[in-house]
């Protein structure tokens, strides 16, 4: 697909059904989102959609001059992030998990190829490790683990026949073989507030914490479920109303990335983009053409998909070939732009199951990256330290 077809395709339309879940209920939503015709050659694009196109009233107030810093919309912003955090405060993190859930737990002894197929069976992208030998939690397993294991053998090939064989309770020699900083393993007890949780998860530049609570005959411990940025996100979208106070723009706050962001073209080999990931300890790279122009976004998990039942041939495909390769529930990808605000943004959460927004100009030229944890950190610390 040409440049000029690839941006033309962007005006088209499509309607997305997702199902999330609200807590105690499951909702059916209709989302309007704006999609990429694949060509037949394929360049593996995907749909977009915009919080503001259907959230957003259409009659907008005017930002007020940053050189008033208690301005109604000011003030609103300070009171809104006032009461979420004091939401986190009061509410645990049982509170986060739905009345019924599925929980797999991976032993340390098994075989990583036996691991990769188990989550992709099951549609999971992490679950957590018990050492069998001591009767303990051993940490989580994520796509960053399969990821170093790829890294490793690309680094050492005379070691690649003996991936299949390969345990997890490998997995930290490799973090040490490849000179990855590992990400600090955190837990906490699921009666505790669902505040200490967010912030552990800044600390340790974690996506997702285990709740583990305490066998009272054994003393020891035991795994209760995990909670992601996501779930917590959801969970203030869908019971705080003060989300809607958050009527800032971006481009008036300090959230998200917008200098010097990874991108790669459709031609772009894979291992080129998963050095990228590891190299800047980051989930996603933009796909965009010569122009800037967003075209896709390649994930970390996309990596699962690439490697499941232990090939990897597929590794050496180009950006644009491998992304053929989605699942055809992919949800599309996010975008927004610097126009947009967190109450619209928290709209989006609340109703479908995102993980970023790509943010992009009035010609969809990439801006920036608004990730998850951008997003947490901004309500758990901006202003804080105002507040008395």
């Not at 479908?352 to 309500?379: A, C, M, P, Q, W």
Request: proline share 4%.
């Amino acid at each position: 697909m040409s440049e000029a077809d690839a941006a033309d395709s962007l005006s088209l339309g499509r309607h997305l059904n997702t199902n999330v879940n609200n807590g105690d209920m499951d909702t059916d939503v209709n989302i309007h989102a704006h999609s990429n015709m694949l060509s037949a050659d394929a360049s593996g694009h995907e749909g977009f959609v915009h919080p503001s196109s259907y959230l957003r009233p259409h009659d907008q107030s005017s930002h007020m001059s940053a050189a008033q810093p208690l301005n109604p919309i000011d003030r609103e912003q300070r009171e809104g992030l006032h009461a979420i955090r004091e939401f986190l405060k009061v509410r645990t993190s049982y509170d986060v998990l739905p009345l019924s859930f599925r929980l797999i737990v991976f032993d340390t002894t098994l075989l990583v190829k036996k691991s990769l197929n188990i989550l992709i069976h099951n549609g999971i992208v992490s679950a957590p490790l018990w050492d069998s030998k001591t009767s303990t939690f051993a940490g989580l397993l994520t796509t960053s683990d399969y990821i170093n294991v790829i890294q490793y053998y690309w680094q050492n090939p005379d070691a690649f026949n003996e991936i299949d064989q390969f345990r997890l309770n490998s997995l930290r020699e490799i973090e040490k073989a490849i000179g990855v900083t590992p990400i600090e393993t955190v837990s906490i007890h699921p009666l505790k507030p669902l505040y200490e949780a967010c912030r552990r998860m800044l600390e340790s530049r974690a996506r997702r914490i285990p709740l583990i609570d305490g066998d009272d005959e054994t003393n020891r411990g035991m795994v209760v479920s995990v909670v992601t940025q996501y779930r917590i996100l959801k969970f203030v979208a869908v019971n705080v109303s003060e989300t809607q106070m958050l009527r800032k723009p971006l481009r008036d706050l300090n959230v998200g990335t917008y200098d010097a962001v990874e991108t790669a073209y459709m031609d772009t080999p894979v291992m080129d983009v998963i050095h990228m990931l590891v190299r800047k300890n980051i989930s996603n790279v933009p796909i965009v053409d010569k122009n800037k122009v967003v075209l896709n976004v390649f994930e970390a998990v996309d990596v699962i998909t690439l490697i499941k039942g232990g090939i990897y041939d597929d590794l050496n495909l180009t950006v644009g070939d491998a992304l053929l390769k989605r699942s055809e529930d992919f949800a599309g990808i996010y975008t927004c732009s610097m126009n947009d605000r967190l109450d619209t943004i928290f709209d989006t959460i609340r109703k479908s199951r995102v993980h970023r927004f790509v943010v992009i100009d009035e010609n969809n030229r990439l801006k920036g990256v608004l990730t998850l944890s951008d997003i947490l950190e901004y309500i758990l610390l901006e202003g804080e330290g105002d507040e008395v």
